[in-house]
T-cell receptor, first 112, second 111 residues
Framework: DAEITQSPRHKITETGRQVTLACHQT?????MFWYRQDLGHGLRLIHY???????NKGEVSDGYSVSRSNTEDLPLTLESAASSQTSVYFC???????????FGQGTRLTVV | DAKTTQPPSMDCAEGRAANLPCNHS???????VYWYRQIHSQGPQYIIH???NNETNEMASLIITEDRKSSTLILPHATLRDTAVYYC????????????FGTGTSLTVIP
């Protein structure tokens, strides 16, 4: 079955380190998204991509970057991790407009 | 912006129908209404979506008013496993394929 997977599921890193969170989907969806969710809040969009070599900033993109070198993967990089980036991160993919999106199970990141 | 308004929390007795309302009075004519839920800290789970007509699947029913300014998600026989935060999502105009989440409704199913 097609799926979307995130890795790692949990990570602890130190302030100032570069961190990359992986997202891989096997649906061949063009559209991929990264969200963060802080305790007691909804999901906020970080970055998104409509296809290979396309990337766009979302609502809370400062301190994050993404790259799209193939259809299946959209890695999220924190260039210099900060304590404010401690959060749960969700990746999603979607075939196109008017279709549902599928979400990964999340990566819990703690920056100490 | 096409925004949605949902009650912050609701309770429902186990076995009864859960009716979750959503107001989206600024929705444009060709935008779908999507419903997702998030159980504890898991990834959001797709439930259903619709444009004008009422929709039903194995999880729920979606009732959209004729003027499309509001909708109701119905879980016909709520179980304890339906306890979750439910999000009603409408795409804002002039945006792409991305979803923007509000704060949703926290549904608690009571034994």
């Amino acid at each position: 079955d097609a799926e979307i997977t995130q890795s790692p599921r949990h990570k602890i890193t130190e302030t100032g380190r570069q961190v990359t969170l992986a997202c891989h989907q096997t649906w061949n969806h063009n559209n991929m998204f990264w969200y963060r969710q802080d305790l007691g809040h909804g999901l906020r969009l970080i970055h998104y991509s409509y296809g290979v070599h396309d990337t766009n900033k979302g609502e809370v993109s400062d301190g994050y970057s993404v790259s799209r070198s193939n259809t299946e993967d959209l890695p999220l990089t924190l260039e210099s991790a900060a304590s404010s980036q401690t959060s749960v991160y969700f990746c999603a993919s979607r075939k196109g407009l008017n279709t549902e999106a599928f979400f990964g199970q999340g990566t819990r990141l703690t920056v100490v | 912006d096409a925004k949605t308004t949902q009650p912050p929390s609701m309770d429902c007795a186990e076995g009864r129908a859960a009716n979750l309302p959503c107001n989206h009075s600024t929705i444009s004519g060709n935008e779908y209404v999507y419903w997702y839920r998030q159980i504890h800290s898991q990834g959001p789970q797709y439930i259903i979506h619709g444009l004008k007509n009422n929709e039903t699947n194995e999880m729920a029913s979606l009732i959209i008013t004729e003027d499309r300014k509001s909708s109701t998600l119905i879980l016909p026989h709520a179980t304890l496993r339906d306890t979750a935060v439910y999000y009603c999502i409408v795409r804002p105009p002039n945006t792409g394929n991305q979803f923007y989440f509000g704060t949703g409704t926290s549904l608690t199913v009571i034994p």
